[in-house]
């Protein structure tokens, strides 16, 4: 009898084939899995509820689906060899032509992309490596041996380098909140009441004469009349994961993470010894519960396993996709996760809303507080009419494929303008619970946005667009609503003095009396002398520009584009 047809000899062949699909699908699928999520740790920030959720990702990237191939491959060689050896060759040509695609997007350029059936060359060699592997043993065997640690080096390696994303920071020890609360009162500081709302433009406040749109945006426009507008603020980036540290540390991104952990000199730590501290976070977790009071959404659909992994899958259909396939894939670029069902993201935000109402209902008037909360509403997709009612229409957001098609920018602008009035209302629903609880007069209140979309049908959406040395949006993409009412303020004052959002956390300080332990390159906006800086912002990749302070010079570059090599200057 053929020793391979012998139990033993059976079992030995089947374990080489664990390895092989082992090794293959940790080259093919996980490994690409693994270096998305360490090179994009917000997602996992903003995602994971439990640090279960990173071995789920393990098991259901990496052991499970090649254990089930290697089951797969005993049945057909039961039924045959040459059936298990088909079966095993077509499987590896499979995983190696999708390791091929990956490598072509990542790598390649665009004059390859340009070719006809660019991604129909890969056929060939993992064609052929694949019947290799299927018609030779000792191959198979050789090629599993060699890269098997694989399946135990990159799964500790991913662990290892995020693991510590959803923990406390235990080493640090929680003290009381009841003393901190008598300790924030016995120093009667001011309360303070800090809202951002995500995705806010100022241009679509703005009325002709250049002020707030009082008929579509009333309560904004009552800020206005009783706070300080700087009209001019810029945010310091047009995504999230950039701007929110640049106004919760006083300075520019220097690290990535929105965390505690990963940037621990910050406004809470700052204000942690004199205030009792209320964090309704939204895309960050800096808020430590043994700490301060964290509103978090215990929602079953936040904390769903299977919505995390198949946000996750989303995440590698979009790396390993050829480009141009017509498949119906979310757009994962429009939010930081749910992409199977953006409905879920208007929904958690409508209720993480009322939650936040209801906490500060709950407040203590004489109590020495710090309120921060982060609205993920106008943030796209704009379904919510002005009235609350949600309707699901497409297109749902700005997008760079709109460029040049100026009546479809225009209808996804109706359903943007009316997603701000929605917030509009939110925020008079704010202003008035401050005002019934006898929080308002008192307190220092900051209303701003961690950054605009663009509506400019040259270049609508979230990316910076630089041609010929002008950002053609940056106009609605950096300027940003800012409004700040101090303490027992009973008028208003519009300035135009250049301001950026990096200034929030030194003027917190400022207006409450702190003195700040770290470097900060902001300034607080009532400093006496302020010379005039360049307005600084960073693009989704990180890649710094520097536009002119003075806004009448327009958003001219003064830095090269950091994605564009330089040339070498040719001898005249």
């Known amino acids: 009898m053929n020793a391979g047809r012998q139990p033993g000899g059976l079992l030995g062949s089947w374990f080489v084939a664990l390895l092989l699909f082992f090794s293959l699908w940790t080259l093919a699928v996980a490994q690409s899995v693994y270096s998305m999520l360490v090179a994009n740790p917000n997602f996992l920030e903003v995602r994971l509820s439990s640090n279960s959720q990173l071995l789920g990702i393990v098991a259901v990237f990496n052991l499970l689906p090649p254990l089930l191939l290697s089951l797969a491959w005993l049945l057909a060689r039961l039924l045959g060899e040459q059936l298990g050896r088909g079966f095993l060759g077509i499987v590896a040509a499979g995983l190696l032509l999708l390791l091929f695609w990956q490598a072509q997007n990542l790598y390649f350029g665009e004059w390859w992309h340009s070719l006809s059936r660019s991604y129909l060359f890969w056929l060939l060699p993992a064609g052929l490596l694949g019947l290799a592997l299927g018609r030779s043993p000792k191959a198979a065997r050789a090629f599993a041996l060699v890269a098997a640690p694989l399946m135990l080096f990159l799964p500790v390696v991913f662990l290892a380098r995020t693991w510590s994303i959803h923990q406390e920071s235990a080493r640090q020890s ?54 300080y507008w700087f009209r001019q603020a810029t945010a310091n980036a047009d995504f999230t994961n950039n701007s929110l540290p640049t106004m919760l540390t006083g300075n520019f991104p220097r690290r990535a993470g929105l965390t505690q952990q990963a940037l621990p000199e910050n406004i809470f730590a700052l204000l942690e010894p004199h205030y009792e501290l209320f964090l309704y976070e939204t895309w960050s977790k800096f808020c430590l519960p043994q ?282």
């Open 174 to 227: 929680g003290q009381n909140l009841q003393q901190a609360l008598s300790r924030a009162a016995s120093l009667k500081r001011p309360a303070v009441f800090f809202l951002i709302f995500d995705e806010l433009s100022l241009p679509v406040l703005l009325d002709t004469g250049g002020g707030i749109d009082a008929a579509a945006f009333p309560r904004f426009a009552e800020l206005a009349r009783h706070s």
């Open 291 to 572: 700490r301060y009071h964290c509103l978090r959404d215990s929602d079953r659909l936040e904390a769903s396993h299977a919505a995390l992994f198949l946000d996750v899958f989303y995440l590698f259909a979009a790396r390993a996709v050829p480009r141009g396939a017509r498949l119906p894939l979310p757009d994962v670029r429009k939010n930081w996760g749910f992409f199977f069902n953006p409905r879920l993201i208007i929904d958690l935000a409508l209720r993480r809303f009322e939650r936040f109402l209801e906490a500060v209902s709950a407040l203590h008037p004489s109590a020495g507080v710090f309120v921060f909360f982060h609205n993920s509403l106008p943030h796209s997709p704009y379904w919510v009419k002005p009235d609350g009612k949600v309707v699901e229409e497409e297109p749902a957001a700005f997008d760079p494929a709109q460029r040049g098609d100026a009546a479809q920018v225009a209808a996804v602008l109706a359903r943007y303008r009316d997603q701000v009035a929605f917030a509009d209302s939110q925020l008079g629903r704010f202003l008035d619970l401050l005002k019934q609880r006898n929080l308002y007069d008192s307190s220092l209140v900051i209303v701003t946005s961690d950054h605009g979309v663009s509506f400019d049908p040259r270049a609508p959406g979230r990316d910076l667009v630089v041609e010929d040395g002008l950002a053609l949006n940056a106009e609605q993409l950096l300027r940003v609503p800012l409004f700040i009412k101090r303490p027992h303020q009973q008028e208003g004052l519009v300035s135009d003095r250049e301001v950026q959002l990096i200034d929030i956390m030194p003027t917190v300080a400022d207006v409450v009396g702190l003195e700040v332990p770290w470097a900060q390159e902001g300034r607080s906006v009532f400093s006496p002398a302020a010379p005039l800086r360049n307005r600084v912002a960073y693009d989704r990749s990180g890649h710094r520009y520097e536009f002119p302070g003075d806004p009448r010079q327009g958003w001219r570059v003064l830095t090269p584009d950091p994605r564009r090599p330089e040339r070498a200057e040719q001898p005249r």
